[in-house]
């Protein structure tokens, strides 16, 4: 096999013969070597092992919506946070409360103008 394709073989699988590579599938303290886990447990436990076993780290997500839902809520939420911070209560660009109006106008000042007498 090294001179006709370049493979060094050592081992075969044990049920079906084929040549195995760097993985393989034993079973600690028993004598064998196999392919794979269908060759060396049968189609019944490689069944089984597949549907049991979930790889990989879990989603975070569902589906594709959850991740906007996800964010719009972690807005709002900073954007609550910051108002309480900042201590404003509506966004001025929205009411009129930055509107100049008359009665203010009208009002007397608070603060004394230099050179009258209260």
Same mark, same amino acid.
């Given at each position: 096999?090294? /001179? *006709?394709?370049?493979?060094?073989?050592?081992?075969? %699988?044990?049920? %079906?013969?084929?040549?195995?590579?760097?993985?393989?599938?034993?079973?600690?303290?028993?004598?064998?070597?196999? %392919?794979?886990?269908? %060759?060396?447990?049968?189609?019944?436990?490689? *069944?089984?092992? +597949?549907?049991?076993?979930?790889?990989?780290?879990?989603?975070?997500?569902?589906?594709?919506?959850?991740?906007?839902?996800?964010?719009?809520?972690?807005? /709002?939420?900073?954007?609550?946070?910051?108002? *309480?911070?900042?201590?404003?209560?509506?966004?001025?660009?929205?009411?009129? +409360?930055?509107?100049? +109006?008359? *009665? /203010?106008?009208?009002?007397?000042?608070?603060?004394?103008? /230099?050179?009258?007498?209260?």
């Amino acid at each position: 096999m090294l /001179a *006709e394709h370049g493979v060094y073989m050592r081992e075969i %699988c044990e049920k %079906c013969g084929k040549i195995l590579g760097p993985i393989r599938f034993i079973r600690y303290r028993e004598p064998g070597e196999w %392919c794979s886990r269908l %060759c060396r447990d049968g189609v019944e436990a490689a *069944e089984r092992h +597949s549907t049991t076993r979930k790889g990989g780290r879990p989603r975070k997500y569902r589906n594709d919506r959850e991740p906007r839902i996800a964010e719009r809520q972690q807005h /709002a939420i900073r954007q609550k946070n910051y108002r *309480e911070r900042r201590r404003v209560t509506e966004n001025p660009l929205v009411t009129d +409360s930055f509107h100049v +109006s008359t *009665e /203010a106008e009208n009002r007397p000042s608070a603060i004394p103008i /230099a050179g009258e007498r209260t």
